[in-house]
């Protein structure tokens, strides 16, 4: 399902392909985020023409929003949305950190508060997990982990880590949709002996791909690179590695060159939002007062919709007024510069020139080593 078809002499980065139900991805990539089944902003088939192969989505909130039977209705969750790519579910063990939802956590599972139906409570097992997820017939279901918030103690981190360990178990036991692959997930914080621990606990019980958990919370550059560099080394290397919650591209151009080869995060299009702006020369940040009369597009080398037809001047003045426009061209231009700079990345390192690629983006992205 997973085939490596370059690997960079220099660095750990490698170029290769995952085959899904729905076609093959081509690695490394990001995945833009879809949890409530949207990208915000921006449709499925804007998706498509520029080139996103593959997104994630929530398989606990669209179980309980619209409800399965919504999207069962259309077929899969691929029908319901119209995109007919790859798509990813996550478990909903990320809402752990969601105060609004998350009521309690214990071997058994996690109890959730339905705010979307009364604000019920429900159990989610890990094979109530993965059964929602087998029915709304994602390509890739993730299984239910225990995640916690960066900074926590290594006690809270090591219980976590047993908890994911069992729990993978029991949803690989409840898998039966076999279209559909099922990833491991490994946590343990920013521990390095627990990571290595849990990188070797599924090295022992494999599954078809393998996502780091609990990262993207504010850990810090280096210790994204840290983790990486210990998951590279202990996970199994002829299979997918996912870097969750990583979507900033100096982050993206470090965990390439140690060994991963997918990403999503929410960030592009928050960042978009709030005017900061991924270009080939740096970031820049829209609110600010030199934009005012720039007549020029967020990125002269960027052949996506904004950047053909809207200037820097125009983008800061749709955003100043809060402007629904504005904050979809900007949430348009971050997904597409991110995309088209994974096509880049696996150009680079097709090419043998991955190495050199990531030195010339350390001028213009702080953090890349
Ligand atoms: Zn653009």
Not at 100 to 116: P, Q, R
Not at 119 to 131: A, F, M, W, Y
Not at 296 to 310: H, I, Q, R, V
Not at 357 to 367: D, I, P, Q
């Amino acid at each position: 399902m997973f085939k490596i078809q370059v690997q960079d002499k220099k660095s750990s980065a490698r170029a290769g392909i995952q085959k899904t139900a729905h076609g093959i991805i081509k690695t490394p990539f990001f995945m833009p985020v879809a949890t409530k089944g949207g990208v915000k902003h921006i449709s499925s088939i804007e998706l498509k023409q520029m080139g996103v192969h593959a997104l994630i989505s929530n398989g606990l909130i669209l179980s309980l929003t619209p409800g399965l039977e919504v999207i069962k209705k259309h077929g899969t969750i691929h029908d319901f949305m119209n995109f007919h790519g790859s798509i990813f579910t996550d478990s909903g063990g990320f809402q752990i950190i969601r105060e609004t939802l998350f009521i309690s956590i214990s071997d058994k599972g996690i109890i959730f508060k339905d705010l979307f139906n009364g604000g019920k409570k429900i159990l989610l097992t890990p094979e109530e997990c993965v059964r929602r997820q087998n029915i709304l017939g994602s390509d890739v279901a993730m299984c239910l982990d225990d995640m916690q918030h960066f900074g926590n103690t290594k006690e809270v981190y090591k219980t976590a880590l047993e908890r994911t360990h069992a729990w993978a178990l029991r949803c690989q036991k409840a898998h039966k949709n076999r279209k559909q692959l099922l990833f491991g997930i490994t946590q343990g914080g920013t521990c390095l002996d627990l990571r290595k621990e849990s990188c070797e606990f599924f090295a022992e019980h494999p599954f078809d791909g393998y996502a780091i958990g609990g990262l993207g919370l504010g850990e810090g550059i280096t210790n994204v690179n840290k983790v990486a560099e210990i998951s590279n080394e202990y996970l199994p290397k002829d299979k997918m590695r996912y870097m969750m919650g990583i979507g900033n591209p100096s982050e993206i151009i470090n965990a390439v060159s140690r060994g991963m080869d997918c990403f999503d995060s929410i960030f592009p299009t928050r960042n978009g939002r709030h005017g900061t702006i991924y270009t080939g020369k740096g970031r820049i940040h829209l609110k600010n007062s030199s934009f005012r009369m720039d007549t020029k597009p967020l990125d002269s080398n960027c052949d996506c919709f904004t950047c053909k037809n809207y200037t820097r001047a125009y983008l800061k003045h749709l955003l100043k007024q809060n402007e629904m426009l504005g904050l979809r061209l900007l949430s348009l231009h971050n997904v597409h510069f991110l995309t088209k700079l994974m096509e880049k990345i696996r150009k680079n390192i097709i090419a043998g020139e991955f190495p050199a690629f990531k030195k010339s983006m350390k001028r213009y992205y702080e953090g890349i080593d």
